[in-house]
């Protein structure tokens, strides 16, 4: 009997078999442990100094935050067990805050009006139907490579959500004068919020189908490389197509987040510093262009330079003004939890819920969140670099860059560093339509995370090919002595 041939993969294999990576799911629990202690905390300051007593509200709350993590928890172990262990406690710890925030600006409302219409318990029903698309994603989305097959369909639906807004009359579309909502019988939503994700998995997959042409193709103009036409129609198409319609629609501050995703992903792409200049060239042309047409574009830049000018004018710098003393209020360690007034800044639970926090936490407390933030998006950058495939680098890059940029749109406006412009803070502010779009990005990005951090399974020992019959070597066999007749012999064997 042959025995069988060890070849030097196998036998390394069979000693030495790979070792198994940790999940880091334990690490995970014991974040959203201590997230859910400092939201529990949170609650109960909130409670104490505005009532004096704590209700059964706070066991509610707590009770509903603590399942919907819990099974966010259980979903990530079971379908992504080796994504980041960090993305979803931040997500949790500020998605927590936030509404620990809506609640405390209910309870100062409800003081005012008494027939005031809380938004917490909304916000916590937005919650679930997050989750909810937050599970689809992470069960049909079992590989994110197979987004780009979908990739020109997703963006073609992207473009139309879009336009949709601004095709409907005002009746069906604008809130406070920007035509991006889509009012249906009970509820309304948001299509720019989806259609940045949709527009971002075309844009990755079309970059890296076409990134050597946008790197060596086309002509040379001023020294620099660009790409054939016909290759850069398309993505040209698509950006101006989406900027001109959230322009017509007065929702600059999408577009602003759009054109800043784009142009970071086509760096991210050809690694070529000439298309950040031609990018930020054509974004101040556009600035320039926005300005002398829209007169909405010039009140923001007038309530920016001194909204102390425009505090009583209409759609002025009452707003802003009001989210600096705020601000100036809370100084440097806040005013505490439940003891500011942050209900006198309109929109206090939607666009300036930065001002809210910062007048009640005070700038360390300010800090700490966009630190969070800051976490948050830098795992996902790392988890988009030790990802193998080029469009799942490009499309994590992009989906955590998106975080940055629109937590840097909304702080930058509230604080008057930029002119401000109606942006959502991500997983803080009250609203269904940003706090759906957020929980896909997250189990986008906790999809890649996983492929990224996910053990290669060992390559399969290739089989030894035996020679044919007729090359084998002719072996002398000696027969043993008293076998088959007397005295020994040598036979020839194949």
């Given at each position: 009997?042959?025995q069988?041939i060890?070849t030097?993969?196998?036998?390394?294999?069979?000693t030495?078999?790979?070792?198994?990576l940790p999940?880091?799911?334990?690490?995970?629990l014991?974040l959203?442990?201590?997230?859910?202690?400092?939201?529990?905390?949170?609650?109960?300051?909130?409670q104490?100094?505005?009532?004096q007593?704590?209700?059964?509200?706070?066991?509610?709350y707590?009770?509903?935050y603590?399942t919907?993590f819990?099974v966010?928890?259980l979903a990530v172990?079971?379908?992504?067990?080796?994504?980041?262990?960090?993305i979803?406690?931040c997500?949790?710890?500020?998605?927590?805050?936030g509404?620990?925030?809506i609640?405390r600006?209910?309870?100062?409302e409800?003081?005012?009006?008494p027939?005031?219409?809380?938004?917490?318990?909304?916000q916590?029903?937005?919650?679930?139907?997050?989750?909810?698309l937050?599970?689809?994603?992470?069960?049909?989305v079992?590989?994110?490579r197979t987004?780009?097959?979908?990739?020109?369909?997703f963006g073609?639906?992207?473009?139309i959500?879009?336009?949709?807004?601004a095709l409907?009359?005002?009746s069906?579309?604008e809130?406070?004068?920007a035509?991006?909502?889509?009012k249906?019988?009970?509820?309304s939503?948001?299509?720019?919020?989806?259609?940045?994700?949709?527009?971002m998995?075309?844009?990755?997959?079309?970059?890296?189908?076409?990134?050597?042409?946008?790197m060596?193709?086309?002509?040379?103009?001023?020294?620099?490389e660009?790409?054939?036409?016909?290759d850069?129609?398309?993505?040209?198409?698509?950006?101006?197509a989406?900027?001109?319609?959230l322009?017509?629609?007065?929702?600059?501050?999408?577009s602003?987040?759009?054109?800043?995703?784009?142009?970071?992903m086509?760096y991210?792409?050809?690694?070529?510093?000439?298309?950040?200049?031609?990018?930020?060239?054509l974004?101040f042309?556009g600035?320039?262009?926005?300005?002398?047409?829209f007169t909405?574009v010039?009140q923001r830049v007038?309530?920016?330079?001194?909204?102390l000018?425009?505090y009583?004018?209409?759609?002025?710098?009452?707003?802003?003004?009001?989210g600096?003393f705020?601000?100036?209020?809370?100084?440097?360690?806040?005013?505490?939890l439940?003891a500011?007034?942050?209900?006198?800044?309109p929109a206090?639970?939607?666009?300036?819920?930065?001002?809210?926090?910062?007048e009640?936490?005070?700038?360390?407390?300010?800090?700490?969140?966009?630190?969070?933030?800051?976490l948050?998006?830098?795992?996902?950058?790392?988890s988009?670099?030790?990802?193998?495939?080029t469009?799942?680098?490009?499309?994590?890059?992009?989906?955590?860059?998106?975080?940055i940029?629109?937590?840097?749109v909304?702080?930058?406006?509230v604080?008057?560093l930029?002119?401000m412009t109606?942006?959502t803070?991500?997983?803080?502010?009250?609203?269904?339509?940003?706090?759906?779009?957020?929980?896909?990005?997250?189990?986008?990005?906790?999809?890649?995370s996983?492929?990224?951090?996910?053990?290669?399974?060992?390559?399969?020992?290739?089989?030894q090919?035996q020679?044919?019959?007729?090359?084998?070597?002719?072996?002398m066999?000696?027969?043993?002595?008293?076998?088959?007749g007397?005295?020994?012999?040598?036979?020839g064997?194949?």
């Amino acid at each position: 009997m042959g025995q069988p041939i060890s070849t030097p993969q196998s036998s390394q294999y069979a000693t030495n078999p790979p070792r198994e990576l940790p999940t880091r799911r334990g690490t995970e629990l014991l974040l959203l442990a201590f997230a859910a202690f400092i939201v529990t905390s949170a609650f109960i300051l909130v409670q104490a100094n505005q009532e004096q007593e704590l209700s059964w509200s706070l066991l509610w709350y707590g009770m509903a935050y603590l399942t919907i993590f819990a099974v966010a928890h259980l979903a990530v172990r079971r379908w992504a067990p080796y994504a980041d262990p960090l993305i979803l406690p931040c997500v949790a710890l500020l998605n927590g805050l936030g509404l620990v925030m809506i609640y405390r600006i209910d309870l100062a409302e409800a003081v005012n009006d008494p027939d005031y219409t809380a938004s917490a318990p909304r916000q916590v029903l937005f919650t679930v139907v997050a989750l909810a698309l937050f599970l689809g994603v992470l069960i049909v989305v079992s590989d994110h490579r197979t987004l780009t097959r979908y990739a020109y369909t997703f963006g073609l639906i992207g473009i139309i959500a879009l336009a949709l807004p601004a095709l409907l009359p005002s009746s069906l579309s604008e809130v406070n004068g920007a035509k991006v909502w889509l009012k249906l019988p009970g509820f309304s939503i948001q299509p720019s919020e989806f259609a940045k994700i949709l527009l971002m998995i075309f844009f990755a997959s079309f970059l890296v189908s076409k990134r050597d042409l946008f790197m060596a193709a086309g002509k040379r103009v001023l020294g620099v490389e660009l790409p054939r036409a016909r290759d850069l129609g398309p993505i040209l198409i698509a950006a101006v197509a989406c900027l001109g319609i959230l322009v017509f629609e007065k929702d600059l501050g999408t577009s602003l987040l759009f054109f800043g995703v784009v142009l970071v992903m086509l760096y991210v792409a050809t690694e070529r510093i000439i298309w950040v200049v031609v990018g930020l060239g054509l974004f101040f042309a556009g600035c320039i262009i926005a300005y002398n047409l829209f007169t909405h574009v010039q009140q923001r830049v007038a309530n920016w330079l001194d909204p102390l000018e425009t505090y009583y004018d209409a759609g002025g710098g009452y707003q802003i003004a009001q989210g600096l003393f705020g601000l100036g209020t809370g100084g440097l360690g806040g005013t505490g939890l439940g003891a500011g007034r942050p209900d006198i800044v309109p929109a206090a639970n939607t666009d300036f819920i930065t001002s809210a926090l910062g007048e009640e936490l005070g700038f360390v407390g300010l800090s700490a969140i966009l630190m969070i933030y800051l976490l948050l998006a830098m795992r996902g950058m790392r988890s988009a670099l030790a990802v193998r495939d080029t469009f799942g680098k490009l499309l994590g890059g992009g989906l955590s860059f998106t975080i940055i940029m629109q937590v840097f749109v909304i702080v930058g406006g509230v604080t008057k560093l930029i002119p401000m412009t109606g942006v959502t803070t991500p997983f803080l502010s009250y609203g269904g339509s940003s706090l759906l779009a957020n929980y896909i990005l997250v189990a986008l990005l906790l999809r890649i995370s996983d492929a990224a951090r996910r053990p290669q399974a060992p390559p399969k020992p290739r089989p030894q090919q035996q020679a044919p019959l007729a090359e084998a070597h002719t072996v002398m066999v000696q027969r043993p002595q008293g076998a088959g007749g007397a005295g020994g012999g040598y036979e020839g064997a194949q």
